[in-house]
């Protein structure tokens, strides 16, 4: 406790009279290092309100003196920090803006410092220019908490110092002239002394310069090349984490910025890089030895729970995902934390606590602080200090303001020890590490494997041992080889107790793996999650399909380990992500774009089949939108590259191509699965056909489109990492695959009208314009309905279905005993797709609803609503397309013949459209 003979007689030291603001004693009270401001720096006791209250940004208050620039400065940064202080305690300012307003003094004085430092060694040395004479200056980035903006008000500043290009060969233009290297480190000694040297004035700001390349063995200051090189080279992870926050804060700021975004790529991985997870739990462990060394345990950045682990937390889902998500790429620890909580990385009611508890530690850290301007962080033991603290902090007394840390500090160790503190095994897989190591020495066999609990067959034997003996295996370093180890253990342990599904998983994980040997952070991830091994392991259980997709696409893996559990693509985000990759001149860029999109894209819907997150319909829908987009984006690529040769045809154009793609089948009717072709049909406007193109090359209308059409499917069948983009079957055109790839939409629709089977009529139920000309798409969807609506009669109608259903049943089922094809067997999906096609072209002449859609689930509603379907054979056959739907992607997913055993389901499925099928057809049924 503090009597008030110790505050009169500082306001007497003071000479303080009744024009000094009223809260001074609360100052006096708050900070040793105020009351010798007020009493050694001229002006700043008799300007105190006025400072205060000024908004201003504080190199507006700077006004040089006589007094030198080194004197100067550190009298400006005191009477600054007594503003800082004041504005605390008078709540004027929030935590944020206190740490904000710490940085903007940092960053005059660090700019005023630069600016005399240049102009001392240019004045003996001249400066140094670029080739066209241009005075090329220094760049000052500052790392750490003043990087970020959020600089504690007694703490060094972080810097480094650079150069850009240009002239970094060239000698300075001075009578003593001097190479670039040595006038910069001149440079950096004179601002050092001027900012960070204590004299009798004390110091402006302390200057750490140690995280420059090389550390302190390193030159002062460094050429941009010469540290993009370094980087390349040299560049560790905690290198990554301090560069993390940095930011040009003088000199050629522009060209300091340029240099940042050149660095993005050291810092933030293209790929979700769980080694950071590792390299900041290493940085942690050496900090909690350091404690321990020291007895550091109440020290509030630190210690347990302390600012460091608040920072840990938020820059371990930078490090690991910045690189693949541009908004998590915030120099702020507060902004940082909100990208996370937005992005879904921390939850909404930890991500307040978690800021909650970061604002009160760096608003008492400040406090501390404050009191006599000390780089401490450490809690008084001074039980007066104590008191002063927590008075003028609001509360009574040091118990209370500890009972409100103490809450913090474990719920920041809470959430620190589930994400970064310091991994454990379990012991359940000691003993399959030694398994693992004696397999991979060839010490071990079949025998011994079994002994252990696993019942592994020669296929996983031998692949087991052939991925110990791989020279990917062998070239693994020491650490990466321990990890592998682990990994493997961990993959046995979960083999004993083996399912049936269980040998195929591993040996398709273990070909993952095999690919993964060469991206050590996703090794990383799986060896120390070990959830993310178990989903790893239940995904190769349940789905072929998409492992093989992992093996081809490893960077998928993102989506796998994903703790959000993103949404399923929805068709507007999956049209905004598959546009994003058109425009660029490269084809071959872009189809590789294209692919990684559609591959991504098909493969978060594959995890919402497994998850059962959607009903099949709408992941077959959003699998046809897939499709449609690429198209979209492909015929694009097309049209460009045969109109730079051939030129438009007379009276097309961008907007108007006169080429229109039809979607048949699965696609049309936007039911496609995971591994289905394209059934297109390629239609143009007949007058455009007949007119010559106006390029270097010319060639009739006609030909033009073929070339189009050829030069899209020539894209679409590109060989890409993740498998070309897409088979396509142009055989539903006029005339199958005897008549022209590209057809006229009159000579089109003149087939329909003179030539076309039931079958091709039947087929046009699901058909629908895809891409290309809008115009044309439109007149095709008139011609379509116009077709569509013809009357017919009922019964040849009615037997030319059922005859053409028994024939492909005859053909094409695969059902054999108790195995049923989900397709073609009977009450399958094509007995389904061949009821909804007789019905709409018995009935759209009398219920125009039926032309709106080719979809399968519409067409059963819009039967249902028209009374052609009674209300309960609605209901039954639209849950029977789902159920069979379903079961249909499930079985490509895990990449298994359409055959099945029925379950209960499938039953139900099969006896609602064989019933339905019976009451259309009667004794004619197929």
């Not at 025998?447 to 031998?462: N, R, S, T």
Request: hydrophobic letters at 45%; a negative charge.
């Amino acid at each position: 406790m503090i009597d008030g003979g110790w505050l009169s007689a500082r306001l007497d030291a003071l000479a303080v009279d009744a024009t000094h603001p009223a809260w001074l004693p609360r100052l006096l009270l708050a900070s040793d290092f105020a009351f010798d401001t007020l009493r050694q720096v001229p002006g700043v006791l008799a300007s105190l309100e006025d400072r205060v209250r000024d908004p201003r940004p504080p190199m507006a208050r700077w006004q040089p003196g006589e007094g030198g620039m080194q004197r100067e400065l550190r009298w400006f940064r005191r009477a600054e920090g007594v503003r800082l202080i004041a504005r605390d305690l008078l709540d004027l300012d929030r935590v944020a803006e206190t740490l904000a307003g710490s940085s903007r003094l940092a960053d005059a004085c660090i700019a005023l410092a630069l600016d005399d430092a240049v102009q001392r060694v240019s004045a003996r040395h001249g400066a140094i220019r670029d080739d066209c004479g241009y005075v090329l200056p220094p760049v000052v980035f500052a790392l750490g908490k003043l990087g970020g903006g959020e600089l504690n008000f007694s703490s060094d500043v972080d810097l480094v110092f650079a150069y850009s290009g240009g002239g970094h060969d060239s000698d300075s233009d001075g009578d003593a002239a001097l190479a670039p290297d040595a006038w910069h480190a001149r440079v950096v000694r004179h601002f050092a002394q001027r900012l960070g040297e204590t004299d009798v004035d004390g110091f402006s700001h302390r200057v750490d310069l140690r995280l420059r390349p090389f550390g302190q063995s390193g030159k002062p200051s460094l050429s941009f090349p010469a540290m993009e090189q370094y980087f390349q080279r040299e560049g560790r992870d905690w290198e990554r984490y301090a560069w993390l926050k940095a930011r040009a804060v003088a000199g050629d700021v522009a060209a300091g910025e340029q240099f940042l975004a050149s660095l993005r790529p050291f810092i933030y991985r293209r790929y979700l890089d769980y080694n950071a997870i590792d390299a900041l739990r290493e940085m942690k462990a050496q900090i909690d030895l350091e404690v321990q060394r020291q007895d550091l345990a109440d020290d509030i950045k630190l210690g347990r729970g302390g600012i460091r682990e608040v920072e840990f937390l938020v820059q371990v889902v930078q490090l690991v995902r910045g690189g693949r998500e541009a908004g998590l790429r915030q120099r702020g620890l507060l902004d940082g934390l909100a990208a996370c909580m937005q992005a879904g990385y921390v939850g909404e009611a930890a991500g307040v606590a978690l800021r909650d508890a970061y604002l009160f530690l760096r608003r008492l850290e400040n406090r501390l602080q404050m009191l006599r301007d000390a780089q401490t962080q450490a809690l008084p033991l001074d039980a007066t200090d104590q008191w002063r603290i927590a008075t003028t902090l609001g509360y009574e007394d040091w118990s209370g303001l500890r009972a409100e840390l103490d809450r913090h500090r474990d719920r920041v160790a809470e959430e620190f020890s589930h994400v970064l503190a310091p991994r454990t095994r379990a012991r359940a897989a000691d003993s399959m590490l030694t398994l693992w190591r004696a397999l991979a020495q060839g010490s071990a066999d079949a025998v011994q494997v079994e002994a252990a609990g696993i019942e592994v067959g020669q296929a996983l034997m031998e692949r087991l041992r052939a991925l110990a003996g791989s020279p990917g295996v062998q070239a693994l370093s020491a650490r990466a080889r321990t990890r592998l180890d682990r990994l493997m253990a961990a993959l046995l342990d979960r083999l004993r107790g083996r399912q049936a599904q269980d040998d195929e998983a591993a040996l398709a994980i273990i070909d993952l793996l095999q690919i993964l040997l060469r991206r050590s952070n996703y090794l990383a991830l799986l060896e120390q999650q070990p959830a993310a091994l178990d989903r790893l392991f239940e995904l190769a259980r349940g789905s072929r399909w998409l492992v093989q997709r992992l093996v081809d696409q490893p960077l998928l893996l993102d989506d796998v380990f994903d703790p959000r559990a993103p949404a399923p693509p929805d068709c507007a985000e999956i049209a905004q992500l598959l546009a994003t990759v058109a425009g660029a001149d490269d084809p071959e860029a872009v189809l590789t774009a294209l692919g990684e999109v559609r591959t991504s894209l098909r493969f978060r819907l594959g995890l919402a089949t497994i998850d059962n997150r959607l009903p099949a319909p709408a992941i077959a829908e959003r699998l046809a939108a897939i499709a449609q987009e690429v198209l979209h984006r492909v015929l694009d690529l097309a049209l460009v590259d045969v109109v730079r040769r051939h030129g438009w045809p007379a009276g097309a154009g961008p907007g108007r191509s006169g080429l229109a793609l039809i979607g048949y089948g699965s696609l049309g009717a936007r039911e496609l699965g995971f591994a289905s072709d394209l059934d297109l049909v390629f239609v143009f406007d007949g007058a455009l056909g007949e007119a010559e193109t106006d390029g270097p090359s010319p060639v009739e209308g006609q030909r033009f489109y073929a070339r189009v059409v050829q030069k899209l499917l020539a894209y679409l069948a590109v060989p890409l990492p993740g498998g070309r983009l897409y088979e396509v079957d142009a055989r539903l055109r006029p005339d199958g695959a005897k008549g022209l790839l590209v057809t006229s939409l009159d000579a089109y629709a003149a087939y329909q009208r003179e030539r076309a089977w039931t079958w091709e009529q039947q087929a046009l139920v699901r058909a629908r314009f895809i891409a290309g000309d809008a115009m044309l798409g439109a007149a095709f969807t008139a011609t379509r309905a116009q077709w569509l609506a013809q009357p017919r009669e009922p019964e040849p109608l009615r037997q030319a279905v059922a005859d053409m259903r028994g024939r492909l049943r005859r053909e094409l089922d695969r059902s054999r005993g108790d195995r049923f094809d989900l397709k073609q067997g009977r009450g399958g999906l094509v007995d389904l797709e061949f009821l909804l096609q007789y019905l709409v072209l018995a009935h759209s002449a009398t219920h125009a609803a039926l032309l709106d859609s080719g979809a399968s689930g519409d067409l059963i509603a819009i039967l249902a609503d028209a009374g052609v379907l009674a209300g309960e054979e609605g209901a039954a056959l639209s849950a029977a397309h789902a159920s069979l739907l379903a079961a249909a992607l499930r079985q490509t997913l895990d990449a298994r013949p359409r055959t099945v055993v029925p379950d209960a389901g499938i039953e139900a499925a099969r006896r609602a459209i064989t019933r339905a099928c019976a009451h259309a057809f009667g004794e004619g049924a197929p």
